[in-house]
């Protein structure tokens, strides 16, 4: 501002430019490269968070078609650019009981891509390695981590460890069908 007066449009849009060219144009520092980006989400009632770095996509309201399954996780499959994902219930996952509007949905990035839906999300964490402790959270399974921010205490989900059960479970069922 000049004089109390708003910078025109032009001017304001050049500044915003500049400063987001500029914060490529400097190295980052120890602070940014020790951070953590998490998701913050909410499930059966309770707070945790979820890695980014094991997320490739998140979705709001995607249609799932239920299937049959003998896996009672398992909501059913979803369209995602032509290629169906299977999408499991993390309500269940973690051992609460079926999520009555699983909401949002995420994808993993991992060897074996399923989406995990979730009643909640409560919003973006970049936390430094410090806020990441061990989890203290023992009766669910998948909780290795925590985190606290704004003074709220979140089992980390290892997203890694259920796509490795889900993996097991889709072979070893595929193996007692004949396949």
Do not use: C
């Not at 979803?78 to 499991?88: K, M, Q, V």
């Not at 996952?93 to 009555?100: E, N």
């Not at 205490?153 to 460890?161: E, F, L, Q, T, Y």
């Not at 796509?163 to 396949?179: D, F, L, R, W």
């Amino acid at each position: 501002m000049k004089g109390g007066e708003a910078l025109p449009l032009s001017q304001r849009a050049a500044a915003l430019r500049q400063a987001f060219d500029q914060t490529f144009a400097t190295a980052p520092d120890s602070a940014a490269a020790s951070s953590h980006a998490f998701l913050a989400v909410g499930i059966g009632g309770d707070n945790y968070a979820l890695r980014l770095s094991d997320v490739s996509e998140l979705h709001v309201d995607k249609k799932v078609v239920p299937l049959s399954s003998h896996s009672p996780d398992l909501l059913g499959i979803a369209s995602f650019r032509g290629i169906l994902i299977p999408i499991y219930d993390l309500s269940l996952l973690l051992g609460y009981g079926a999520s009555a509007w699983a909401r949002w949905l995420v994808l993993t990035k991992h060897n074996l891509s399923i989406g995990l839906a979730f009643d909640r999300l409560d919003g973006y964490l970049n936390l430094a390695s410090e806020a990441v402790v061990p989890a203290t959270e023992t009766r669910r399974k998948y909780l290795v981590e925590a985190v606290s921010a704004a003074g709220i205490a979140r089992p980390v989900i290892d997203v890694v460890s259920i796509v490795k059960t889900v993996k097991a479970q889709v072979q070893s069922s595929s193996i007692h069908e004949g396949g």
